[in-house]
């Protein structure tokens, strides 16, 4: 049976050339695997994987009775419902441990750096086994994406390593230039509709029996989302009716480094509890705020327990 190599839902560049770069890793040890997905790309991550020559993988929405390598999360929320029916024989991610177990030993790789991607650097060099150009190229803008071009605070220097190399072996000259080609297409919002913006990059989590949504825009000037911040707005509203507590939009700017927020909440107070800022209306600014993982999720965790 071929292991499946699957992230989470919503699936992000990291999480998908995540699945990509483990599948064949893992081929290449001997194990027959599979890349997947909880869902379609993004467009950025399709920009990604046609400059790179890679293929998008199958969308899956059932794994009972599979065999699972999970990338990029090991959060039960962020899989599929009947996860608990698979076998989870491996994990490579760079966020905090979620509430995914398991009944035997597995293979686990998780380190407190930027990216998945910079743990599967690690993992092909741990194994001798060479990184395709490709994939190279994949996992180099998997960091760039996921680091925000090393603005963000989750940024290591394991980070810039991996890159570095990377980009040797993609044959990237410019790293920069390539990034800021990649946000451009992130940026985007032309065509697209407020539902899928709102869920390009979103996460429900637990904190303390509330079920709160985070999702982020990130956008190389803010001025660019002006046009649809009114229906993002509605969109997130509608989200929040789906029986959550709270559901917060983070709209980053990547130059200015900081991100406004958008606020739908049962009680706006937790705001000024997790930022110091008080929530009077629809939205606040966070200066220096660009991580959802290390500067916006902890800060709630501990709002919502206080």
């Known amino acids: 049976m071929a292991v499946l190599v699957m992230g989470h839902m919503n699936p992000d560049t990291d999480s998908i050339v995540s699945a990509i770069a483990v599948a064949d890793l893992l081929s290449k040890r ?169 869920f390009r990059d979103y996460k429900d989590f637990d904190m303390n029996g509330n079920k709160v949504g985070i999702g982020q825009l990130e956008v190389v000037d803010l001025s660019m989302l002006d046009s649809v911040k009114d229906g993002l707005y509605a969109e997130i509203q509608k989200v929040k009716a789906g029986g959550r507590h709270s559901v917060f939009l983070l709209l980053t700017d990547i130059m200015k480094e900081g991100s406004e927020m958008l606020i739908v909440s049962d009680d706006p107070s937790v705001v000024e509890k997790a930022f110091g800022v008080k929530a009077t209306g629809k939205s606040v600014w966070l200066d220096g705020v660009m991580s959802r993982k290390k500067q916006v999720v902890p800060n709630f965790e501990k709002a919502f327990k206080g």
Do not use: R
């Not at 597995?106 to 990184?131: R, S």
């Open 30 to 198: 001997g194990m027959e695997a599979k890349p997947v997905a909880q869902g379609e790309v993004t467009p950025e991550s399709a920009f990604v994987l046609s400059k790179f020559g890679l293929t998008a993988p199958e969308v899956v929405t059932s794994v009972a009775g599979k065999k699972l390598w999970l990338v990029d999360t090991t959060d039960g929320a962020q899989l599929p419902a009947d996860m608990k029916e698979a076998e989870v024989v491996g994990v490579a991610d760079h966020h905090k441990l979620g509430d995914v177990t398991t009944s035997n030993p597995l293979e686990m790789w998780v380190w407190p750096v930027g990216c998945c991607g910079t743990v599967i650097k690690a993992m092909y060099d741990f194994y001798g086994i060479a990184v395709p150009k490709g994939i190279a190229g994949g996992l180099l803008c998997a960091i760039l994406s996921d680091t925000v071009m090393f603005k963000s605070v989750t940024t290591t220097d394991a980070d810039k390593k991996a890159v570095a190399e990377l980009a040797g072996i993609a044959g990237i000259a410019d790293t920069t230039a390539l990034g800021m080609e990649m946000f451009k297409v992130k940026s985007a919002v032309e065509g697209a509709t407020m539902e899928a913006l709102v």
